[in-house]
C-alpha cells in the first residue's frame, strides 16, 4: 500500500510542468522536451493495440487531427505495446478501414513513461495503462488532465471542446461556464477589490446574475 501511496505522490499534477522523458514512437525517436515547441500537446495513453474500445478511439484522434492542427495542438499516443505491435496495428487500422494513425505512438514496453505519468494504476490494471489525456500548453505546463478506466471510451467532442476553452481562456483571461462552446459567452473574472465590486455593479458592458457572476462575449 505505501508503494502504491508514493507512485500516487508522484503522478504530474496540473501545472506542474510536463516529465520529460526520451521514447521511440511510431513516427522515430523522440525527446519529449523538444517535440511540438511552440503547440500544445495533446498526449493520450490506451491499454492496447488490437483491441475494439483502443481502436474506435485512436481511429476518432486520427479523424478528427485536422481540428486539433487548427487548434495549433499536435497529438501523441502511448501504450505499453512494442513498437512493432504499433506498426502493425496502424497498418491493420489503414487497410480495414481507410483510418491512418500517423500521429506519433510511444512504444512504451518498458512502462517508464506510464510510470512517470501515472498512466498505471493497479487497482485498474498493474500492465495495462488507462485512458489518460493530458492537455498541456507550449511552455509544457500540464493544464488538464482526464482519467477513464479501461472499458469506457472516451468523447472526443469533449476533448476538442476542453481544448477550445482552454485555449480562449488563456486568451481572454476569462473563465468558461457549464458546457461552454465556442461563441457562447464567458465568465469575466470577479471582482477583488470594494472600488472594483463597484464597477462591476455599474458596468452595463456585461450580463450580471450579479457583481460576483457576470458573463460576456468574445
Request: aromatic share 8%.
Amino acid at each position: 500500500m505505501e508503494n502504491v501511496e508514493n507512485e500516487m505522490n508522484m503522478m504530474p499534477r496540473i501545472g506542474d510542468i510536463a516529465p520529460d522523458f526520451e521514447a521511440v514512437t511510431t513516427t522515430g525517436k523522440i525527446k519529449f522536451s523538444d517535440f511540438a515547441k511552440d503547440k500544445w500537446i495533446v498526449m493520450f495513453s490506451h491499454p492496447a493495440d488490437f483491441t475494439p474500445v483502443c481502436t474506435t478511439e485512436m481511429s476518432g484522434f486520427a479523424l478528427r487531427k485536422d481540428e486539433f492542427t487548427a487548434l495549433n495542438t499536435e497529438l501523441m499516443g502511448l501504450s505499453i505495446d512494442s513498437i512493432h505491435s504499433h506498426l502493425a496495428w496502424v497498418n491493420n487500422v489503414r487497410e480495414k478501414t481507410g483510418v491512418y494513425m500517423d500521429f506519433p505512438i510511444i512504444a512504451d514496453i518498458d512502462m517508464k513513461v506510464s510510470k512517470l505519468y501515472g498512466m498505471l494504476q493497479p487497482n485498474e490494471s498493474e500492465t495495462a495503462a488507462v485512458r489518460a489525456v493530458f492537455f498541456i500548453d507550449p511552455t509544457k505546463k500540464i493544464r488538464l488532465i482526464m482519467y477513464y478506466p479501461l472499458n469506457v471510451g472516451r468523447n472526443m467532442d469533449e476533448i476538442i471542446r476542453a481544448l477550445q476553452a482552454l485555449q480562449a481562456s488563456d486568451e481572454h483571461k476569462v473563465a468558461m461556464p457549464l458546457d461552454w462552446r465556442p461563441g457562447d459567452k464567458v465568465i469575466v473574472p470577479p471582482p477583488k477589490t470594494l472600488t472594483q465590486m463597484d464597477e462591476r455593479i455599474n458596468d452595463a458592458s456585461c450580463e450580471k446574475v450579479d457583481f460576483y457572476l457576470a458573463k460576456k462575449s468574445i
